[in-house]
C-alpha cells in the first residue's frame, strides 16, 4: 500500500508539472482533452482537463449573458459525475465529490474591455499568461463498496459534449499503470 501511495504521489507529480508546461508554454489541442484516473483501495479519483471551447463553445471570459447561462449550464451538467462516468453497479460506487474550475472564463473586471494592448506588445491580449487558452478542470471523487467489481468505466462525456473528439486517459491502478485514447466510438475504460 505505501509502495502504491509513494507511485501515485510521482506519478501525479510528473502530470501536474506537465500540465503546468503545457499551460505556460502554450501545449492546447482544441478537441482533445486529458482525464487522469487512479484507483486506490476503495477511492477512485479523476481529474479531467479540457479547452473550455471543447465543452462550451468558447474561451473568451463569459461577459454576455448567454455565455454565463452557457457555463452555468455546462458546470452543472459537469458536476452530475454519476451521470457523466458509467460505473459498474456491482463495484457499488458512489459519488463523494465533484468540483469544476472554471475561473479563467470569469472575466476578472466585469464591464472591462479586453479587446486593447495593456501591455504594449501588440497582441491585444493585455499581458495575459493564457493568451486566451481557457481551460475548464473538473475533479471527481467516488468511494466504491466492492472495487474489485469495478472493470469498466463508461465515459459520457464524448457523448455529451460533440466538441470533445478524444479523451487521454492515464491511469493508475492497484494492478496497472497505462494509457489510453477514447473517443465517441470508443469510450468506455477497461480497468
Partial sequence: ?????????????????ADEFERQHGSHAHGVAQLDLVLDGQTLELQLSSPAVN????????RAAKDRQKVAQVVATLKQ?????????AAQCVLDRAEV??????????????D????????????QAHGGHADLDVAYRFHC?????L?????ELLRQFPGLESLRVQMITPSSQRGLTLSADNSEIEL
Fill in 55 to 62: 465543452l462550451v463553445g468558447f474561451e473568451h471570459p463569459a
Fill in 116 to 127: 486593447h494592448d495593456h501591455d504594449g506588445d501588440g497582441d491585444g491580449d493585455g499581458g
Fill in 145 to 149: 463498496a466492492s472495487p474489485d467489481k
Fill in 101 to 114: 474550475d472554471a475561473s479563467l472564463l470569469d472575466d476578472p473586471e466585469p464591464g472591462h474591455d479586453h
Fill in 81 to 89: 459525475g454519476d451521470a457523466m462516468l458509467r460505473l459498474p453497479e
Fill in 1 to 17: 500500500m505505501k509502495r502504491l501511495t509513494l507511485l501515485l504521489c510521482v506519478v501525479l507529480s510528473g502530470l501536474t508539472q
Fill in 151 to 155: 472493470d469498466t468505466i463508461g465515459v
